[in-house]
């Protein structure tokens, strides 16, 4: 039957009830669905989401590099410092502010890359997605995020193999 019609919901995650505020990200089996339901239940407070994505997800072939600075602590912030005339520090203004990080893959499949990747490439002008480099492991550094340059994969003449950096900027969630 039509679940928007006859109210046969499939359940894609189970229930939970969440400690806190942090981040949450499930992971279901790909289905194909002609509608997606969150269910908010009421537990000592009423519930609140602030943003929900639903979409594909995408495990990057080996990782983040050595070197990658998670999103939630990649703090950008441009800053006016005004002296006065005789040289007096005059306090700090915050003129613009947010987080950044680069997500860079090497020696990437040929394959693997215009299969998985090239269509997130394609799609991110403009795009917004959720990135958590390592949920299992660090379920709080995750960042709602955008692409804010125009990466360009570069491919090895010799092996065929892509490199790609994605500059993303975002919010900590």
């Given amino acids: 039957g039509d679940p928007l019609v006859d109210g046969d919901w499939v359940e894609l995650v189970a229930a ?7 981040p949450a990200l499930f992971r279901f089996v790909a289905t194909t669905l002609i509608g997606l339901r969150l269910k908010l239940a009421a537990a000592a407070t009423a519930p ?27 703090r950008n912030v441009d800053v006016l410092a005004p002296r006065a005339q005789n ?24 394959a693997w890359y215009r299969t998985n990747l090239e269509p997130l490439r394609a799609a991110a002008p403009g795009a917004t997605f959720f990135w958590a480099w390592s949920p299992q492991d660090y379920p709080a550094e995750v960042g709602y995020c955008w692409v804010t ?3 360009i994969p570069n491919m090895s003449q010799l092996t065929g193999e ?8 975002g919010i900590a969630i």
């Fill in 16 to 22: 939970q009830l969440l400690a806190d505020d942090s």
């Fill in 162 to 169: 892509m490199d790609i950096a994605f500059d993303i900027g």
């Fill in 48 to 74: 609140q989401a602030a943003i929900f994505r639903a979409g594909t997800l995408l495990v990057l072939k080996y990782g983040v590099l050595s070197g990658y600075v998670p999103i939630s602590y990649g």
């Fill in 87 to 110: 040289g007096d520090y005059l306090g700090q203004v915050t003129l613009t502010g947010g987080l950044k990080s680069t997500i860079e893959q090497r020696n990437l499949d040929p």
């Fill in 149 to 151: 340059n125009n990466p």
